[in-house]
Each structure stands twice: as structure tokens, then as C-alpha cells.
Nanobody, 121 residues
Framework: VQLVESGGGLVQAGGSLRLSCAAS????????IGWFRQAPGKEREFVASIGQNGGSTYYADSVKGRFTISRDNAKNTVYLQMNSLKPEDTAVYYCAAAAFAYSDDGKFDYWGQGTEVTVSS
């Protein structure tokens, strides 16, 4: 499966962005999808993940209550709605596919190229 992220950009603190992760292939619905991010000089970290049918979702504590992950299998797309953005959310955001909705990036098999999010204070 090939993944392409979009929706990143520059936003002021307190603002919102919606990231999209579009997948190719008819097998998309068989994969759980995760969002990860990597800030400059930092390691990549888990943000959120969603199960194959969208019924199970998981979030990092740092984004819980502000970010929402969802998916539309008919459109082969997963979304990450990001509200109340903070400067510390600035990072390149990646989506990835795995057999289950893990939080460990080492268990994800397919990755997109990333989309950059910058939150100004």
C-alpha cells in the first residue's frame, strides 16, 4: 500500500489543521493506520492510530482531547483533525500502515513521505 499525506502548513497557536493520508490499493481496509511526528532534533513519536474499521482509536497523552483520528474506507483515506494547536506540535507528520493499531513505529510496514506542520506562537 502506498500512502500520501497532505494538509500540513503554517498555523497560529490555537488554530486547527486537518491532515489527510490517502492510500492506494484495494487492500487499504485491511490495514490499521497510525500517525507519527518528528520534530527537528527529536525522535519520531506516536501521535494516534486507528483500527481497520475505525472502531478502535488510540492517542498519545500529549494530543488526547485535541486531536481526532478517523478513516473513510470508501475513500481510502485517514484523517487527523488537529485542534488547539500548540507550538510544540510543530513537526513533520507521517502516516503509516500496519496489521494492528500499534503505537510502536517499528511495527508499521508502510510509510508516507510526511507533511510539515508549523505552529507559530
Amino acid at each position: 500500500v502506498q500512502l500520501v499525506e497532505s494538509g500540513g502548513g503554517l498555523v497560529q497557536a490555537g488554530g486547527s489543521l486537518r491532515l489527510s493520508c490517502a492510500a492506494s490499493g484495494r487492500t487499504f481496509r485491511f490495514y490499521a493506520i497510525g500517525w507519527f511526528r518528528q520534530a527537528p532534533g527529536k525522535e519520531r513519536e506516536f501521535v494516534a492510530s486507528i483500527g481497520q474499521n475505525g472502531g478502535s482509536t488510540y492517542y498519545a497523552d500529549s494530543v488526547k482531547g485535541r486531536f481526532t483520528i478517523s478513516r473513510d474506507n470508501a475513500k481510502n483515506t485517514v484523517y487527523l483533525q488537529m485542534n488547539s494547536l500548540k507550538p510544540e506540535d510543530t513537526a513533520v507528520y507521517y502516516c503509516a500502515a500496519a496489521a494492528f493499531a500499534y503505537s510502536d513505529d517499528g511495527k508499521f510496514d508502510y510509510w508516507g513521505q510526511g507533511t510539515e506542520v508549523t505552529v507559530s506562537s
